[in-house]
């Protein structure tokens, strides 16, 4: 039985002497392993676009324990350009990032879209690389069930306002005010931080580029976000620690 699908390469694994295991976030079927065949010999036809952030038009046929890719149509391949230490690395860290929450073969709807459409942003480089990151955890966690509650204090319910001394706090899941405020680890958060993880959250990411705020909010959101991300996972996630480097 041959399965059509596409997907994207989000991880990949050296296999027997040629071939390789490959992760691949489907449009249709979620994540998914794979074997490739041969793909490590110089002459593999599948070598070039069943690679790291590759996205494919695939046939698979049906194995024992793995589905084997018989075809892959190249769709377009997001590693192929002059990309910077920076670009990769954050594509290396999205790609850990959806291996990480993701199930294998369970699809969530609106994940392989936002993939694609951070992708892009990065390679174009038509947002801040740091924006593009945030903008692809709070998207990621939102579509997961795991949006952090920015619009009123998570422990009062009380709405939030101008007067409130506001943090974060990433064990609660959201913004806490004063007068609710039980984490005394909970980190502060300025109100235009809040400002742009509300528009990160709700807006698509071509919008949020037209948007001009400091360099200090975006550091100060990227950090925020990456720490919740640590804290959803249980795990500090690897790729996230080399960009740290890079940065």
């Given amino acids: 039985m041959v399965l059509k699908t596409r997907g994207i390469v989000i991880r990949k694994a050296n296999f027997g002497e040629a071939d390789r295991i490959l992760t691949i976030l489907t449009s249709d079927r979620g994540k ?14 599948l070598a070039g676009w069943l690679d790291m952030f590759a996205d494919n038009e695939l046939e698979l046929a049906e194995g024992r324990n793995l ?13 192929t350009g002059d990309l910077s230490l920076q670009q990769t690395g954050l594509m290396y860290y999205i790609c850990e990032l959806v291996d990480k929450l993701l199930e294998e073969t369970h ?15 990065i390679v174009g480089k038509s947002v801040l690389l740091e924006i593009s990151k945030t903008y ?4 990621l966690l939102t579509i997961l069930g795991f949006a952090p ?36 680890f909970a980190p502060a958060i300025s109100k235009e931080g809040i400002k742009l993880l509300r528009l990160l959250q709700k807006y698509p990411l071509e919008a ?26 249980d795990s500090r996630i690897k790729s996230l620690q080399v960009l740290g480097q890079l940065s």
């Fill in 149 to 184: 509650e920015l619009y009123r204090c998570v422990v009062s319910g009380k709405e939030l306002n101008a007067d409130d001394s506001l943090h974060f706090s990433y064990r609660l899941g959201g913004v806490v005010c004063d007068a609710g405020n039980q984490d005394d």
């Fill in 67 to 79: 589905d084997i890719v018989t075809a892959a149509v190249g769709v377009r391949n997001f590693a």
């Fill in 107 to 121: 699809e969530v709807t609106g994940v392989f879209p936002l993939l694609q459409e951070t992708l892009t942003a």
């Fill in 208 to 233: 949020i580029s037209k948007i001009k705020v400091s360099d200090e909010v975006i550091k100060e959101t990227s950090y925020l976000m990456s720490e919740f991300v640590e804290y959803v996972t």
């Fill in 32 to 45: 998914i392993r794979v074997v490739a065949k041969g793909v490590r010999r110089t002459k593999a036809k």
């Fill in 136 to 139: 692809f955890e709070i998207k």
